[in-house]
């Protein structure tokens, strides 16, 4: 779709389907603005919603995240950056409906089927991560559902669990916490007492580190919800008032589980670790989101804070060599930050000239 029959559409919507327009186109292009702080080459990958507007479209509906979409994608062939366009495999679970393959020709007909419709409607050619066979595509999709039945059952236990938390605690007893002054005791605070509380679930194909953030939210968001526990240690020590990861992975009234996807791209494409994967010249390819779920963008932007850091210095002639070593190391970071910062710059310039474009062409005024 072109840029002038994308602006027809557009002047088309009701009001409010403009303002969700904006918003979305908004968010895509801060998250392709976000990506360059990363180092090359870009893996764009993309959200099970983002499939789910290009389905519609092939069946005649055209709504206002598909034209955010088609709008944003001709921004990134502006860009004087490459991204290769990726499926991961928990959308791939998500284009099947949450089932799993049951054999070599139904995985060619999906696999063939989504390929298609991506590359004709977005103009790119599509890559997959592992599931471009019959036997990968059947092992990680069987990997994404014993771990949703892990998460599930997770979940539920959370929503039963009694979460009285005793705030105050014996030093030495294997939590971390702050200690009152003259006794032998310490104040946990909630947010150390959701990490003591956290076990590892034995997720497989889920990272089960960077997913813990997740389940360490959602514990505590509990002992913040719980009446008994003492409220003035919370409004003390808690900040957190929206548990935004709560919303974005969660069960819904009738049981299902809802956000695997979103719980996959989130732990694959933030900036944070990622800008720390490719320290010291690292090689990691970077992942980069692109969504028009509301909740997963904040969570995103929420995640792009990056530094780089530098080993400590340990006095005395005798360490002089790698004290050096470690200072240069330094400069390099350093200049890996000043190019990570040019890189976006150039990003933000480009997307602003091309909604100054669009805007003074006056094929989006109303």
């Not at 519609?56 to 598909?66: A, D, I, K």
């Not at 088609?70 to 409906?97: C, G, M, N, T």
């Not at 509990?222 to 709560?246: H, S």
């Not at 330094?330 to 000239?353: G, N, V, Y």
């Amino acid at each position: 779709m072109e840029i002038k029959e994308i602006a027809i559409r557009f002047k088309a919507l009701k009001q409010k389907s403009k303002n969700t327009f904006i918003q979305n186109l908004s968010s895509l292009l801060n998250q392709i603005e976000s990506a360059v702080i990363l180092e090359g080459p870009y893996r764009l990958v993309l959200d099970s919603n983002i499939i789910m507007r290009l389905e519609s479209y092939r069946q005649g509906n055209v709504s206002e995240g598909l034209l955010s979409i088609l709008l944003a994608f001709k921004l990134i062939k502006k860009l004087p950056f490459h991204f290769d366009l990726v499926v991961r495999p928990s959308v791939f679970y998500e284009y099947l409906r949450q089932k799993n393959l049951k054999s070599t020709h139904e995985h060619w007909v999906k696999f063939k089927e989504l390929k298609n419709m991506i590359e004709e409607e977005l103009g790119s050619k599509l890559f997959f991560d592992g599931i471009e066979t019959y036997q990968g595509a059947e092992q990680y999709l069987q990997l994404i559902q014993d771990d949703a039945k892990k998460i599930k059952e997770t979940l539920i236990t959370y929503q039963n669990e009694n979460w009285h938390i005793n705030f105050v605690q014996l030093a030495g007893s294997g939590v971390a916490g702050l200690p009152i002054t003259g006794t032998e005791f310490i104040l946990v605070p909630p947010a150390f007492a959701a990490d003591a509380i956290f076990n590892p679930l034995g997720l497989e194909y889920f990272d089960e580190a960077k997913s813990s953030e997740f389940f360490t939210q959602y514990i505590l968001k509990y002992i913040i919800e719980c009446e008994n526990n003492d409220r003035n240690v919370i409004e003390k020590y808690n900040n957190e008032k929206v548990f935004l990861l709560t919303q974005i992975l969660k069960l819904t009234p009738k049981g299902n589980l809802m956000g695997l996807a979103d719980l996959d791209i989130y732990t694959n494409c933030n900036i944070h670790s990622q800008f720390s994967n490719q320290s010291h010249s690292r090689y990691a390819p970077a992942s980069a989101a692109l969504t028009i779920d509301g909740k997963l963008g904040r969570a995103l932007r929420d995640s792009n804070s990056h530094h780089i850091t530098s080993g400590e210095m340990i006095c005395g002639p005798e360490n002089k060599d790698d004290n050096n070593a470690k200072m240069e190391a330094f400069i390099e970071e350093h200049k890996r930050m000043r190019e990570s910062e040019k890189r976006q710059r150039i990003a933000i310039e480009t997307s602003r000239d091309f909604v100054k474009e669009l805007l003074s062409s006056g094929n989006f005024s109303d």
